[in-house]
């Protein structure tokens, strides 16, 4: 079992930075891939970000985020960042952080097993 809590959202002005920590409880975080998704409000929940358990070995980012988002992780505190910077107003949404097992890194919601219970992200223009 994992828990999984975010933080670090907020109200941002387009073109500034912000950073979403996800702290996960349990001794056996290295092992799990981890990723970050979005949902703005009416739209299905999308991939963001995504990284392997061992860190450097595996990332991958949605196009959309691509350049501007930075995913990484300290497994000496179990967290799991998001460094999201040049934000846009179609960055705003509730981000939720994500945990698998696996040998993959997947990019659907429906392989992460376990789930954060989301950070607001609002971005004004």
């Known amino acids: 079992q994992v828990q999984l809590v975010e933080s670090g959202g907020g109200l941002v002005q387009a073109g500034g930075s912000l950073r979403l920590s996800c702290v996960a409880s349990?001794?056996?975080?290295?092992?799990?891939?981890m990723g970050w998704f979005r949902q703005a409000p009416g739209k299905e929940r999308e991939f963001a970000a995504a990284?392997?358990?061992?860190?450097?070995?595996?990332?991958r980012y949605a196009d959309s985020v691509k350049g501007r988002f930075i995913i990484s992780r300290d497994n000496t505190k179990n967290t799991v960042y998001l460094q999201m910077n040049s934000l846009k107003p179609e960055d705003t949404a509730v981000y939720y952080c994500?945990?698998?097992?696996?040998?993959?890194?997947?990019?659907?919601?429906?392989?992460?097993?376990?789930w954060g219970q989301g950070t607001q992200v609002t971005v004004s223009s």
């Open positions: 994500a945990a698998q097992l696996g040998s993959l890194l997947p990019n659907r919601a429906q392989e992460y097993t376990y």
């Open positions: 349990g001794r056996t975080f290295s092992s799990y891939n």
């Open positions: 990284i392997s358990w061992s860190g450097g070995g595996s990332i």
